[in-house]
């Protein structure tokens, strides 16, 4: 059974002894982030910008890969079966939400699928897997949640792309200042590269990227600002409990998918808490964060 480790280093850089090839090896990564991010960058962008059945199509599939990631991660003896069946499980649960929005008989397939797949999985494996279940909810989450935003009618578009951009800012953000000024450790012991100073770059980070949108929108700069520091905040929590996660599995990325980066859990980990928390806050709200006013 898999349980805590020394440091099998999840976040790709590790706290121990250096290695002898390590900044070559770095380098390689690092150009095939570069080239994987310019190859894949614009079709998501394309997505975005089109919404509707299109970005349906691209949130659907984004889901059905972290589903499928999730069941290796979990479950690495499963087999291709049980992996396309999360992955399937997962495409269609955001697919009836979706419907739901117009169609709310739709609404019965969306309460039924997880019961449906977790008795499929028994009837091919002979035994409840019951851990595969949260991987439905952990895909199925984030995915719907920038679907639903993007289709807002009062700048759905531009709060999605705000919210992804975000967390993207975050991280780079983050990486910087963390790595320029380094300083004390947040949690060393599930990420050791992590660090407060880090932290408080992703939130300037996040906040100047939200108050330059919200100038550009002719929004209240200052309250964008702080909820891109907010979602600094909540974005590196969801990294924290990914490399938690490969932590406990002894595992350094959740997938290979994407060559340089790891896998999809590894790129939205912070999309993963930062999307249905601020999708739950506009729905409660009735609008966009962007078109909030001070009280």
């Not at 706290?15 to 090896?25: E, I, N």
């Not at 970005?55 to 979990?74: D, G, P, Y």
């Not at 739901?100 to 499929?120: D, K, M, R, W």
């Not at 660090?195 to 949108?213: E, V």
Request: proline share 7%; with cysteine; net charge neutral.
């Amino acid at each position: 059974m898999p349980g805590p480790v020394n440091d099998p280093a999840p976040d790709g850089v590790g706290s121990g002894t250096k290695q002898p090839a390590a900044l070559s090896g770095r380098s390689r990564e690092l150009v095939l982030r570069v080239v994987s991010s310019l190859v894949i960058l614009p079709p998501i962008i394309l997505l975005f910008w089109i919404g509707e059945l299109y970005f349906l199509a691209l949130v659907a599939l984004l889901a059905a890969a972290m589903a499928w990631e999730w069941c290796s991660l979990v479950s690495p003896d499963s087999s291709s079966t049980i992996r396309r069946l999360s992955g399937l499980s997962a495409a269609v649960l955001v697919g009836a939400a979706a419907c739901s929005l117009q169609q709310p008989e739709a609404l019965f397939l969306l309460g039924a699928l997880p019961l449906i797949y977790a008795a499929a999985v028994r009837l091919v494996t002979g035994t409840w897997i019951l851990k595969l279940l949260p991987g439905l909810l952990i895909a199925f989450c984030p995915a719907f949640a920038i679907y639903w935003v993007r289709e807002m009618p009062d700048l759905g578009l531009e709060t999605a792309l705000w919210l992804a951009l975000s967390v993207v800012v975050t991280d780079v953000a983050a990486y910087a200042a963390g790595r320029t000024i380094g300083g004390p450790k947040i949690w060393p012991r599930v990420s050791p590269n992590k660090t407060w100073a880090g932290l408080i770059g992703g939130m300037a980070g996040s906040a100047g990227f939200g108050a330059l949108l919200a100038l550009s929108l002719e929004q209240a700069p200052g309250l964008v600002a702080l909820a891109g520091a907010v979602i600094a905040i909540v974005a590196q929590a969801g990294d924290f409990a990914e490399s938690a996660l490969k932590r406990y599995f002894n595992v350094k990325d959740s997938g290979r998918l994407i060559p340089g980066h790891g896998g999809i859990l590894d790129r939205v980990d912070g999309q993963v808490t930062v999307l249905p928390l601020a999708a739950a806050l506009m729905l409660l709200s009735g609008k966009s964060i962007l078109l909030w006013t001070w009280p």
